[in-house]
């Protein structure tokens, strides 16, 4: 399975439980339209990624009083549409105070703690399974690892849906973190071996 795959099992999930998200994902752009708006990127986003704004351009929340968390594409995060995540890219690389630092990251998901999910992305191909991280301001490390490619990270938020694991009260998701930890562990075992060799205590 692709990662449209997992996206539409995902969205079915949520259209099925009534969450409000679905109300708010943005029909995809075209292959043509999503090239022209990111021509002037210094980095190339993976395919998989180019392929997923095919099939949504993130959230657009058209309702002030609805709060983040209702709008979330899984526990606590929400999917930032192409338009946004390249404003947040290009401010982030405009903030890095070293010049000679390349970010070679790209925004797909944000929290209402002002961190982002960012996919490893590649200055020359588009071909790279970019590893998705955790930007964290806030943290010494700035970086933490959280799933071996954008697909895999499509197919534990699936299992997750699957077995229950996240489930939607009062009107939003929640998520019981020990299962959602193992099921992280067991389908992204490069994001674990990374995990434990940079948290050597």
């Given at each position: 399975?692709?990662?449209?795959?997992?996206?539409?099992?995902?969205?079915?999930?949520?259209?099925?439980?009534?969450?409000?998200?679905v109300k708010f994902l943005q029909e995809g752009k075209s292959k043509r339209e999503i090239n022209e708006r990111i021509?002037?990127?210094?980095?190339?986003?993976?395919?998989?990624?180019?392929?997923?704004?095919?099939?949504?351009?993130?959230?657009?929340?058209?309702?002030?009083?609805?709060?983040?968390?209702?709008?979330?594409?899984?526990?606590?995060?929400?999917?930032?549409?192409?338009?946004?995540?390249?404003?947040?890219?290009?401010?982030?690389?405009?903030?890095?105070?070293?010049?000679?630092?390349?970010?070679?990251?790209?925004?797909?998901?944000?929290?209402?703690?002002?961190?982002?999910?960012?996919?490893?992305?590649?200055?020359?191909?588009?071909?790279?399974?970019?590893?998705?991280?955790?930007?964290?301001?806030?943290s010494e490390d700035i970086f933490g690892m959280y799933f071996d490619s954008l697909t895999i990270m499509f197919k534990t938020i699936w299992e997750c849906f699957k077995?229950?694991?996240?489930?939607?009260?009062?009107?939003?998701?929640?998520?019981?973190?020990?299962?959602?930890?193992?099921?992280?562990?067991?389908?992204?075992?490069?994001?674990?071996?990374?995990?434990?060799?940079?948290?050597?205590?």
């Amino acid at each position: 399975m692709d990662i449209i795959d997992y996206a539409k099992l995902i969205y079915n999930w949520l259209e099925e439980e009534d969450a409000s998200v679905v109300k708010f994902l943005q029909e995809g752009k075209s292959k043509r339209e999503i090239n022209e708006r990111i021509a002037n990127l210094p980095i190339k986003l993976p395919a998989e990624l180019l392929s997923l704004y095919t099939w949504k351009n993130g959230t657009v929340n058209r309702e002030s009083a609805l709060s983040l968390r209702h709008l979330c594409f899984f526990p606590t995060m929400y999917f930032l549409t192409l338009e946004e995540a390249i404003d947040i890219y290009k401010r982030i690389t405009y903030l890095i105070p070293n010049k000679d630092f390349s970010f070679d990251f790209f925004p797909i998901f944000y929290d209402s703690g002002g961190n982002y999910l960012v996919i490893e992305c590649n200055k020359k191909s588009d071909s790279i399974e970019g590893r998705i991280f955790e930007l964290d301001f806030e943290s010494e490390d700035i970086f933490g690892m959280y799933f071996d490619s954008l697909t895999i990270m499509f197919k534990t938020i699936w299992e997750c849906f699957k077995n229950r694991v996240y489930i939607i009260k009062d009107g939003y998701l929640r998520y019981d973190s020990t299962k959602e930890s193992e099921i992280m562990k067991e389908l992204n075992p490069k994001t674990s071996e990374w995990y434990s060799s940079n948290h050597l205590s």
